[in-house]
T-cell receptor
Framework: DTGVSQDPRHKITKRGQNVTFRCDPISEHNRLYWYRQTLGQGPEFLTYFQNEAQLEKSRLLSDRFSAERPKGSFSTLEIQRTEQGDSAMYLC????????????FGPGTRLTVL | DAKTTQPPSMDCAEGRAANLPCNHSTISGNEYVYWYRQIHSQGPQYIIHGLKNNETNEMASLIITEDRKSSTLILPHATLRDTAVYYCIAFEAGSGDKLTFGTGTRLAVRP
């Protein structure tokens, strides 16, 4: 399967713990996005990379959140000192740099903070 | 805030056409109308997009009004697998910008 992959698919953690998620985009897609989705809502933008450069961060991305994309390939999203309000589905998407900008989404990582 | 408004839910019978409306009265001239859908517990899936002409692909048709203030996504022969949340998004293609999702329309296809 050459689609966007995310790992893990599910994560249960205790409040105060750190968690890290990984996203592997479609190869040669230079744009990578992170979104967060809570129950009953549409996905909300968190941050965006073009190659290894982080070009935009949402106000939703507090200082407990950090994202990286070393070498412009896979990306990681880390949440430090998790809170119950961080429980959500974390979605990754990638897109090629073309005029259509279609974003391809991964299956998401569902985080539950107890 | 999303620039589009959609009904929260709709249903249709299997085998019939599903017509999903979207209002985007404040869309700017360089913004396209994109449609994505999200089947339960999966990531969103791109369906189709258009600027001002009607578009058709293997999944759906997109009809955009002449004034571009609204559009309709048409699934010509809905199946149970089309049950999903459908999102209409105004988006400036080529900008590398983020997608701004609203709450979408929950389509239920009845057997």
């Amino acid at each position: 399967d050459t689609g966007v992959s995310q790992d893990p698919r599910h994560k249960i953690t205790k409040r105060g713990q750190n968690v890290t998620f990984r996203c592997d985009p479609i190869s040669e897609h230079n744009r990578l996005y992170w979104y967060r989705q809570t129950l009953g809502q549409g996905p909300e933008f968190l941050t965006y990379f073009q190659n290894e450069a982080q070009l935009e961060k949402s106000r939703l991305l507090s200082d407990r959140f950090s994202a990286e994309r070393p070498k412009g390939s896979f990306s990681t999203l880390e949440i430090q000192r998790t809170e119950q309000g961080d429980s959500a589905m974390y979605l990754c998407a990638s897109s090629p740099q073309t005029s259509t900008d279609e974003q391809f989404f991964g299956p998401g990582t569902r985080l539950t903070v107890l | 805030d999303a620039k589009t408004t959609q009904p929260p839910s709709m249903d249709c019978a299997e085998g019939r056409a599903a017509n999903l409306p979207c209002n985007h009265s404040t869309i700017s001239g360089n913004e396209y109308v994109y449609w994505y859908r999200q089947i339960h517990s999966q990531g969103p899936q791109y369906i189709i997009h258009g600027l001002k002409n009607n578009e058709t692909n293997e999944m759906a048709s997109l009809i955009i009004t002449e004034d571009r203030k609204s559009s309709t996504l048409i699934l010509p022969h809905a199946t149970l697998r089309d049950t999903a949340v459908y999102y209409c998004i105004a988006f400036e293609a080529g900008s590398g910008d983020k997608l701004t999702f609203g709450t979408g329309t929950r389509l239920a296809v009845r057997p």
